[in-house]
């Protein structure tokens, strides 16, 4: 049973940092596709990035590109986004996913393991 668990949410100042850690484990990643999901008060879930395991292909939502970066660890089973320059309408609560796939998707009926989220709120 894959399970996923996000950490590293909080309450930063708009042009402020946050790193966010999604922790997998159950399986063997090294073919699995992550990615980063956002959904704020009110709104549909949308999404942010997602990145190969294997070959650290990545892949960007448009109004994120150059502010946010996904990254992993393999030793540690860790997918990561750093979120830079952040803006009041990034608040959301940020869930990662994962699928055993070799492509990379935005759409979230594509993936079949989700985490719980972390709340990510930026003040003006």
């Known amino acids: 049973q894959v399970q996923l668990v996000e950490s590293g949410g909080g309450l930063v100042q708009a042009g402020g940092s946050l790193r966010l850690s999604c922790a997998a484990s159950?399986?063997?990643?090294?073919?699995?596709?992550v990615g980063w999901f956002r959904q704020a008060p009110g709104k549909e879930r949308e999404f942010v990035a997602a990145?190969?395991?294997?070959?650290?292909?990545?892949y960007y939502t448009e109004s994120v590109k150059g502010r946010f970066t996904i990254s992993r660890d393999n030793a540690k089973n860790t997918v990561y986004l750093q979120m830079n320059s952040l803006k009041p309408e990034d608040t959301a609560v940020y869930s990662c996913a994962a699928e055993n796939r070799r492509l990379l998707s935005d759409l979230e009926d594509d993936y079949s393991y989700w985490g719980q989220g972390t709340q990510v709120t930026v003040s003006s």
């Open positions: 159950g399986r063997t990643f090294s073919s699995y596709a």
């Open positions: 990145i190969s395991w294997s070959d650290g292909d990545t």
